[in-house]
C-alpha cells in the first residue's frame, strides 16, 4: 500500500509547494523551537526559510521510477554547461588508456609528474612522522600524568632541617592519581590505621545549602576516597533542624556529628562592660570594619581563636579540618593531608597567607608583647616569627625586607619587642589543618585566655585568624607548619589555585631528562602494559609529585595579598607580601631593573618585580631541594 505525503506525516510537518513542483524540489518543513528566555520545554513552530513559496499541501503519490527521472533530469538541465568539455576530456583519456584492451598509459613518465609524484611521497611521508609523534607525545601523557610539581617550602634553618622528615619525599611515595592502583587488602590497611581526624564546621541552619556545596566538591576531591571518609561535626548556637540534618547526611558516606555549643562559649564573658561593648562594635562598624557591628562576629572570632578545642566531641580526635559553607575546592587532592600531617609531625597547615586590616585589633600586639614578657619561656627555641615583625626604624636590608635581627641575649628581649611592630600578616584561617592537642596546649590556651581577659573580641574585633598566626609562629618551630599551595581554594574575595599544567613534554629542549627519555622508551609498551607503567611513573616520581588536576586558573603565588586591605588603605603595609616574608630566601629576590615608583606611577601597587611569581610548577628547577635546606 501506498502512503500519500499528506498521511505519512504529523500535520506540523506537511510541507509546501508551489504549483505543480514536485517534493524534489526541497521545500522546507516546520521546525518546532523553544523561545529564548523560556525555563519549560513548550515548544512554538516556526516554519523553515522556504516557507512562503506555496501553500498547497501536496496530495500526489510519485512512484520511484518517476522521482529517479525528475532528480536526473534536474541534474543534467543544472550542470550540462558546466560539464560538457570535463566529460568530453574523461572520454578521450578513457580511450586512450584502453588502447590494445591493455587499460594501461604507455607513456614515458615526465619529468613534471615525476617531480609531483616525489613531493606527494615527500607530504606523506611527513604527515606520517608528525602524526606518530604526537602520538608518542599523547602515550607519554597519559602514561606520565604529572607537571613535576613541588609545593614551595619556606626557609628553614640548618638545625631544623637535621632533625625533620622530609615532607617533599612523602609526598613523592604517598600521592597516588588512581585509587584503583592499590590492592584492595592495602586500601583496607589505610582504612584501619587512619589518624583520628574530622572535618569541622561551624554553620547556621540556614546555611544548609552552602554546607552541602562544600561538602559536595570535598568529598570528590578527597574524602570520598575508601581509604579516608573522614567524620564531620557540625556545631551551631541552637538545635539543628530536620532539613539541615537530612541535606548533610545526604552529601557524604561518613559519619556525622551536630553539636550544639555551651552557653559559655557562645555568650558574652562576664567581665565584659555591655556598655563599652556597643558603643565599641558601633564605632568600629562605622568605619568599615568588617561585620564588627554583629554581636554574634564577636562569639564566632573568639569561639574559632580557641573554645573550638576544648568541646567535648573534638576530645576524641587529633587533628581538624575547617571547612566553610559556601566554598570552593577546585584541585584533585590525592594524598591523605591527615596522614601527611601525622607522619610528618605536623601542627598546622593553611594555603593562603595575606595581609589584615589593623583596625580590627589595634591594641592586639601590644597585648601579645605583654604575654611574651611574662611568658618567655614559652616561646619555642626554633620559633620563626620575624616574618610577622617590622622595625620600622630600621633601614632596609639588600633584599628589601624590614625583618630585625634576633638580640644577642635573652636580656635584651624588653628592648627588642618594644621597638617592633606586627606587620598585621595572618594566616587566612577559613581554610587550615591543625593539631587539636597544640590548640589544647598550655602556650596557645595561656596566650587565649590573657588576649580574652583584655577584652579585645569585645571592645575590637580580635580575628582567629591573626591569633592563630602569631600562636603558631611563637609556639611552633617553622619546620612543623606546612603550606598547602596544592590545594585549590576559595572563599569569597580570596581564592588560590595551583600551577597544575601538564609540563612533561618530549621536545627537543628537555630530551636531555632522564624521566622523559624513559617515558619515550617504553611509550609502545605503556598502552598494553600496565607493569611498564606502573615503573615509569614511579621513576618519574623521583623528580617530582605526580601532577595536580584541577578545575581553576593558576594565580600567582601573592594574588590575594591584599584582598582584605585596598591599597588605599593608610595602614602601614610591609615591603613584601606576606606569604613571600613567610617563604623567605629567592621569594623575596627582585629584578634588577625593577622601579617601585615607576610602577606605582603605572597604577598598581608597587609590589612586583620579583623573580618568582609562584606560577611555576618547579620555581627552582634542579637546584630546588638546595634552595629549600
Not at 20 to 42: C, F, K
Not at 118 to 143: D, M, P, Q, T, Y
Not at 178 to 191: A, K, N, R
Not at 290 to 302: D, E, F, I, N, V
Request: glycine letters at 6%.
Amino acid at each position: 500500500m501506498r502512503i500519500t505525503a499528506a498521511t505519512a506525516m504529523p500535520t506540523a510537518y506537511h510541507r509546501h509547494t508551489s504549483g505543480t513542483v514536485s517534493s524534489a524540489a526541497g521545500l522546507g518543513a516546520r521546525v518546532g523551537h523553544r523561545p529564548s528566555g523560556s525555563r519549560g520545554h513548550v515548544a512554538t513552530w516556526s516554519t523553515s526559510s522556504n516557507d512562503g513559496l506555496g501553500a498547497n499541501t501536496m496530495s500526489v503519490t510519485p512512484s520511484e521510477d518517476s522521482l529517479a527521472g525528475a532528480t536526473t533530469l534536474l541534474l543534467d538541465s543544472s550542470h550540462s554547461k558546466r560539464q560538457g568539455s570535463s566529460w568530453a576530456s574523461i572520454a578521450r583519456r578513457a580511450r586512450f588508456a584502453n588502447i590494445n584492451g591493455t587499460g594501461i598509459d604507455n607513456r614515458p613518465l615526465s619529468s613534471r609528474k615525476l617531480f609531483i609524484l616525489l613531493c606527494l611521497v615527500f607530504v606523506l611521508s611527513g604527515s606520517v612522522w608528525v602524526i606518530r609523534r604526537n602520538h608518542a607525545k599523547r602515550v607519554a601523557r597519559e602514561a606520565a600524568i604529572i607537571d613535576i610539581y613541588l609545593p614551595p617550602v619556606a626557609h628553614l634553618s640548618g638545625r631544623e632541617n637535621s632533625v625533620q622528615t622530609d615532607p617533599l619525599q612523602w609526598l613523592r611515595q604517598n600521592t597516588i592519581p588512581s585509587i584503583d592502583e592499590m590492592p584492595e587488602q592495602y586500601q583496607q590497611s589505610l582504612l584501619e590505621t587512619r589518624p583520628k581526624a574530622a572535618f569541622i564546621a561551624l554553620v547556621r541552619n540556614s546555611e544548609v545549602e552552602e554546607m552541602v556545596y562544600s561538602m559536595t566538591q570535598l568529598e570528590a576531591r578527597f574524602n570520598g576516597r575508601p581509604t579516608h571518609h573522614y567524620d564531620w561535626v557540625f556545631f551551631n548556637d541552637e538545635e539543628f533542624s530536620e532539613e539541615f540534618i537530612l541535606g548533610v547526611r545526604n552529601a557524604t558516606n561518613s559519619r556525622c556529628y551536630f553539636e550544639i555549643i555551651p552557653n559559655e562559649h557562645w555568650s558574652v564573658p562576664s567581665w565584659i562592660d555591655p556598655t563599652r561593648f556597643d558603643v565599641g562594635r558601633q564605632f568600629m562598624g562605622s568605619i568599615g570594619v568588617g561585620k564588627a557591628w554583629l554581636q554574634s562576629y564577636h562569639h564566632m572570632c573568639r569561639w574559632n581563636a580557641g573554645l573550638f578545642a576544648l568541646e567535648k566531641r573534638l576530645a576524641f580526635y587529633e587533628f581538624f579540618w575547617r571547612v566553610e559553607p559556601g566554598v570552593d575546592f577546585s584541585c584533585s587532592i590525592n594524598y591523605d593531608v591527615f596522614r601527611f600531617m601525622r607522619d610528618n609531625n605536623m601542627a598546622y597547615g593553611f594555603n593562603m597567607a595575606i595581609l589584615d586590616d589593623a583596625r580590627s585589633f589595634p591594641s592586639l600586639w601590644d597585648r601579645t608583647k605583654t604575654f611574651i614578657k611574662k611568658n618567655r619561656g614559652m616561646i619555642h627555641e626554633d620559633a620563626d616569627y620575624d616574618w610577622l615583625l617590622q622595625d620600622l626604624r630600621d633601614t632596609h636590608r639588600g633584599d628589601g625586607a624590614m625583618r630585625p635581627s634576633q638580640p644577642a641575649d635573652e636580656e635584651d628581649d624588653t628592648k627588642y619587642f618594644d621597638r617592633l611592630e606586627y606587620n598585621n600578616c595572618q594566616f587566612y584561617s577559613n581554610f587550615e589543618v591543625g593539631s587539636l592537642d597544640f590548640f589544647r596546649s598550655k602556650e596557645h590556651r595561656a596566650y587565649f585566655e590573657h588576649l580574652d581577659k583584655t577584652g579585645g573580641f569585645y571592645y575590637e574585633r580580635f580575628g582567629d585568624a591573626p591569633i592563630h598566626t602569631l600562636s603558631v609562629s611563637l609556639f611552633l618551630p617553622r619546620s612543623r607548619i606546612w603550606y598547602f599551595r596544592d590545594i585549590g581554594y576559595a572563599h569569597g574575595l580570596c581564592e588560590q589555585c595551583p600551577p597544575h599544567q601538564f609540563r612533561l613534554t618530549l621536545d627537543s629542549e628537555v630530551q636531555h631528562e632522564t624521566h622523559v627519555r624513559a617515558v619515550a622508551a617504553n611509550a609502545s609498551l605503556l598502552e598494553k602494559h600496565r607493569r611498564w607503567e606502573m615503573l615509569s611513573q614511579d621513576f618519574i616520581r623521583q623528580g617530582g609529585i605526580p601532577g595536580l588536576s584541577c578545575g581553576c586558573t593558576v594565580s600567582a603565588i601573592d594574588h590575594n595579598n591584599a584582598k582584605l586591605v585596598p591599597f588605599e588603605s593608610k595602614q602601614h603595609k610591609p615591603d613584601h607580601p606576606c606569604i613571600r616574608l613567610y617563604l623567605g630566601g629567592k621569594w623575596l629576590e627582585r629584578r634588577d631593573d625593577w622601579d617601585q615608583e615607576a610602577e606605582i606611577a603605572a597604577g598598581r601597587d608597587g609590589s612586583g618585580g620579583y623573580l618568582l611569581d609562584g606560577l611555576e610548577s618547579n620555581p627552582f628547577a634542579d637546584n630546588y631541594s638546595d634552595e629549600t635546606k
